[in-house]
């Protein structure tokens, strides 16, 4: 499986972005969609992720400014960004779950720079 992500720049302090991530088979075949950062000195973490079921969980830092979707159609998974800040400077990453006989596995999209700056 291969996940390509996409969308990642420069952008000011209360700009927005969108990141995309398509995935190289049906999305529906995953338990879970995600995205994750990691900034600069820290470890990457979950900040948002989507179900099969599409309940949606985000991290209190974004909750209200990002918004993730996914396209099934398109097989594609969307990070919408808004009101961006500096400390959501980081790689982001796209990541999705399949249970394989109940062993998780999980894929990676390759890694989107994120800076915002003034």
């Known amino acids: 499986v291969q996940l390509q992500a996409s969308g990642g720049g420069l952008v000011q302090p209360g700009g927005s972005l969108t990141l995309s991530c398509v995935a190289s088979?049906?999305?529906?075949?995953?338990?879970?969609l995600a995205w994750y950062r990691r900034a600069s000195g820290s470890q990457r973490e979950m900040i948002a992720r989507?179900?099969?079921?599409?309940?949606?969980d985000y991290i209190d830092s974004v909750k209200g400014r990002f918004t993730i979707s996914r396209d099934h159609a398109k097989n594609t998974l969307y990070l919408q960004m808004n009101d961006l800040k500096p400390e959501d400077t980081a790689v982001y990453y796209c990541?999705?779950?399949?249970?394989?006989?109940?062993?998780?596995?999980?894929?990676w999209g390759q890694g989107t720079q994120v800076t915002v700056s003034s």
């Open positions: 990541n999705a779950l399949r249970l394989d006989d109940l062993y998780p596995v999980n894929y």
């Open positions: 088979r049906s999305i529906r075949d995953f338990v879970t």
């Open positions: 989507i179900t099969h079921g599409g309940k949606a």
